[in-house]
């Protein structure tokens, strides 16, 4: 029986021809997954009947009902005799505004802090290229960095293309020492990254420039919204923040609290208000309060969720039928993530035409090496990193810098 | 198109079939590419290279079974060695001890810790325990209130004192409160943290320690993003090093990330991988299984997941039900219509039919979208019950446009309906006869081969170049589910 579950499936996984009617495709692929599921529901609860004494009604246990993790109605809970938890963003914030607001005593240039939070980076990627190449150019050493790049994150792909670009080179050049080597492989990922305009665009005189923050879940949208606001208001510029995030609990509180952190403005309405709405009314606020940036914060989706991604378009949509075309849309990339980093950024440019990448989390040991795959792919441009969890660890991404950093003690 | 790594295989293994042993060389073209298949899926490059060195080790000299062909044999060890190393079976949580007993959540910034102790609190309430939420998060803003938004939620205790200061004395003072409380189950909600910040890990290792003064159980679970690349090792040997877990919560499981982190971090702590989080809905979590992960990893699609899902929607009569259209030879659109009904209970069908090995790509043009379905479903609704059975006969243009009225569509969209279903059907009708002719076989046996040829045939329709490399699903048969229930 087993064989026949797997040979169905195989089956499903068809290809299919470029003529054929979409919707004969639509149609077979329902009969085929409902067939699939059918009997493999039927066939293992039958099993299931076979080896438990259990009724088949067990089976098909309801999931808790209490476990309504939707946005629908909550549960009343008890009240535990606790101190009570400050609610406002204000309250929030009285304890840890004055630590956090106070500027470091001794700014470091840009190139510094960005050489100072690479050098985990350094470490593992630069580093070992010369000791690789240390004994000359040899077979082991091209294998031994494909293996740094991968282990960068830099991917499959894209390594093995860079290296073997590399390779042609080091021959035709005749670059025989490490020194050279590495000179060309800087080259390189320079090349790989490009040279797009990297700055955030910003309207003209007419109305507030709009950017849009967009991610999957986690990858630290709020954190660097509340970055950029920090930014733009001490730049004298002013800031509305709008907390179209109305899915995750307390994301409004958490933007909130930057709000307030920063001075920005926030517009915000109930959790499980319509996204939507919240951006149309958040950019009639930063007009009227003069405003001259409104970024827009989401809720974080998985790129492979539709419903989502639609949710989001038509965040964008509503935007742009007051604003014209938004001055940015960035997508948030987590700089732990894997190769899935670049299906990410396919699906968010399918979705929401992501103008710039804000590259999260580079300050671990994280390599960031899913930059270069992106960037190589998709040509979005990496216009932002965070390194750190201060106000200040965010830094318009430089790719001199970032490959001087990848190698910058050698 | 079929670009996943049966075919690959199947192409490396090409020149020896029907070979009796694998030899060397074979078996280096099929590691080669099966190295790439677990890179790509970002499992670390070092857990590969222990793994490919122990598939080799098993698979040169291996005889391939006669009913296999050479790489299904390959994939069935793939397959297996990625199980084992996944752990085998599924490892449950253990909370037996004197109340309460405590569990920990930790894990770096974003993984998904507080999402994670709403949906732990679910599931073990479904279990009969009641579980107190305690904030420990006092580093990222609204952290504690999005917890207690949380419990709110689940319908679970929360102790939440303070958004700032430190952490430890409120896990600690967490396990009194809920010993007052009755509560038999602490969760503890860290900060997020770096793996590279000794002082955080130190501040996390406190809240361990602290917490198990009382005596009682306490478990630590690290939370990991299921998108996370190469640094999934690193990250899980720092944890396990300085603050130290038991188990393993996978995260946003529900994406399309392969997730072979979870392969790379069982290998370097060989901590179990115990829940996955697969939804957005505090329900969504569930007992992580070793042997679907594999097939994922492989880029095989979690197909286990699925029927058992299928499983909690559907009821029996219904599956009977859609197996009798299917094989009977006599598919009309009421069928479809019912079968798209039970479909679109398990889910967006988008997201559904992504989840089948390989078809997330191959419907990627085809840009299937609930709305389409809805156009489809509206159609066949504006028909009489004899026009459903029999459209190709019954309908002329007046009815034609009675039901393009009806739906709100057009004639040429009920046309088009009309036509690609006939195919469907023209194909259904040929495989049960088929299957018909096979004789007076079991009502299952013959139901599953009759169906194997009606989808083989579809497919064919469809426009696939044959089944090219479907052969290596085989060696992928799912495991027998033990007892066959989830919860």
Not at chain 1, 203 to 218: F, I, K, S, Y
Not at chain 1, 244 to 269: H, M, N, P, S, Y
Not at chain 1, 381 to 395: C, I, Q, R
Not at chain 2, 212 to 233: N, S, W
Request: hydrophobic share 40%; net charge negative; aromatic share 4%.
């Amino acid at each position: 029986m087993h064989t026949s579950v797997t040979e169905l499936l195989a089956i499903a996984v068809t290809s299919i021809g470029p003529d054929v009617d979409p919707l004969l495709v639509v149609i077979g692929a329902v009969v085929l997954a409902a067939g699939l599921l059918g009997r493999n529901a039927v066939r293992s609860r039958r099993s299931a009947d076979d080896t438990s004494s259990d009724s088949a009604a067990t089976d098909v246990e309801e999931p808790d009902t209490d476990a309504d993790g939707g946005r629908g109605d909550v549960d009343t809970v008890e009240d535990l005799d606790v101190p009570r938890v400050p609610d406002t963003p204000a309250e929030l914030l009285d304890d840890r505004l004055p630590a956090e607001v106070e500027p470091a005593p001794e700014p470091l240039t840009l190139g510094e802090r960005f050489r100072r939070r690479l050098t985990r980076t350094r470490n593992v990627l630069g580093s070992s290229v010369v000791e690789l190449f240390g004994g000359g150019v040899t077979e082991d050493a091209w294998e031994g960095l494909e293996e740094a790049l991968i282990t960068a994150d830099v991917g499959v792909t894209a390594t093995t293309e860079l290296v073997e670009e590399l390779r042609r080179r080091a021959r035709e050049e005749g670059a025989t020492d490490a020194d050279a080597v590495i000179a060309l492989l800087k080259q390189e990922l320079r090349s790989a990254l490009g040279s797009a305009d990297r700055t955030l665009a910003r309207a003209g005189d007419e109305g507030p420039t709009v950017w849009l923050v967009t991610g999957v879940n986690g990858t630290g949208k709020t954190t660097t919204i509340g970055k950029l606001a920090a930014v733009e208001q001490r730049e004298g510029r002013s800031v509305t923040l709008a907390a179209a995030d109305t899915f995750r609990a307390a994301a409004a509180e958490q933007l909130g609290i930057w709000a307030e952190r920063t001075g920005a403005q926030l517009v915000r309405k109930d959790e499980g208000a319509d996204p939507a709405s919240v951006a149309y009314e958040s950019y009639d606020a930063a007009r009227s309060n003069d405003s001259e940036l409104l970024i827009v914060d989401t809720a974080g989706r998985l790129h492979n969720k539709r419903q989502l991604m639609d949710e989001l378009g038509k965040v964008k949509r509503v935007l742009e039928k007051q604003a014209g075309p938004l001055e940015e849309t960035l997508l948030v990339l987590d700089a732990t993530t894997g190769q899935n980093g670049i299906a990410q950024a396919k699906a968010f440019l399918e979705a929401v035409e992501v103008t710039g990448i804000a590259l999260t989390k580079l300050d671990g040991s994280s390599k960031g090496g899913v930059v270069v795959a992106v960037q190589r792919e998709l040509g979005i441009p990496v216009k932002l990193v965070g390194l750190g969890e201060e106000v200040d660890d965010l830094a318009p991404f430089d790719p001199e810098l970032f490959v001087e950093g990848l190698f910058g003690e050698l | 198109m079929f670009d996943t790594l049966s075919t690959k295989l199947d192409a490396a293994l090409d020149k020896v079939k029907g070979r009796g042993r694998l030899d060397e060389k074979t078996v280096d073209a099929t590691l080669k590419e099966i190295r790439l298949a677990l890179l790509e899926a970002d499992v670390n490059f070092k857990v590969v290279k222990q793994i490919t060195a122990r598939l080799r080790e098993q698979l040169v000299g291996e005889e391939v079974a006669k009913a296999l062909n050479p790489s299904q044999t390959v994939i069935k060890a793939v397959d297996a060695e990625l199980t084992r190393a996944l752990g085998g079976a599924a490892v449950p949580l253990d909370l037996k001890g004197p109340a309460p007993s405590v569990v920990v959540l930790a894990g770096l910034q974003g993984s998904g810790k507080t999402t994670a102790a709403g949906k732990l609190a679910t599931h073990l309430k479904s279990k009969g325990r009641n579980p107190m939420l305690v904030a420990c998060d006092l580093q990222r803003p609204a952290a504690v209130e999005q917890l207690k938004v949380n419990a709110k939620r689940v319908g679970a205790h929360v102790y939440a004192p303070v958004t700032s200061g430190d952490p430890v004395p409120v896990a600690r003072e967490g396990i009194s409160k809920a010993r007052e409380t009755g509560c038999d189950t602490v969760i503890i909600d860290t900060a997020g943290r770096l793996h590279v910040d000794e002082v955080l890990l130190e501040q996390a290792a406190d809240i361990t320690r602290v917490v198990g003064e009382h005596g009682g159980v306490v478990r630590t679970l690290f939370v990991i993003d299921a998108m996370i690349g190469q640094e999934a090792v690193n990250v899980a040997k720092a944890f396990q090093d300085q603050v130290g877990f038991d188990g393993v919560i996978l995260s946003k499981l529900d994406g399309d990330a392969r997730g072979g982190a979870a392969l790379s971090v069982r290998e370097v702590t060989g901590a179990p991988i115990m829940f996955a989080s697969v939804g957005e809905g505090m329900e969504d979590f569930e007992a992580f299984h070793p042997d679907r992960m594999a097939g994922r990893i492989l880029g095989m699609g979690d197909v286990m997941s699925l029927i058992e899902k299928a499983e909690e929607t559907y009821t029996e009569e219904e599956t009977a039900k859609a197996e009798q259209a299917l094989l009977s030879g006599d598919f009309t659109l009421e069928d479809f219509l019912d079968q798209l009904q039970m479909l679109k209970r398990m889910g967006p069908l988008q997201g559904l039919l992504g989840m089948m090995p390989g078809m997330s790509k191959q419907l990627k043009d085809v840009d299937i979208d609930d709305k389409q379905f809805a156009h489809v479903e509206a159609i066949i609704r504006s028909m009489t019950p004899r026009e459903r059975r029999d459209p190709k006969g019954v309908l002329n243009g007046r009815r034609r446009k009675r039901i393009a009225a009806g739906s709100g569509t057009t004639v040429t969209e009920v046309n088009r309906l009309v036509k690609q279903f006939a195919e469907v059907q023209k194909v259904m009708k040929s495989a049960a006869k088929m299957s018909g002719q096979q004789g007076a076989k079991p009502k299952g046996a013959k139901g599953a081969k009759g169906q194997a040829a009606a989808m083989r045939q579809l497919q064919q329709q469809m426009g696939g170049g044959g089944p090219a490399g479907m052969g290596g699903f085989q060696g992928l048969q799912p495991a027998p589910r033990k007892g066959g229930k989830r919860r």
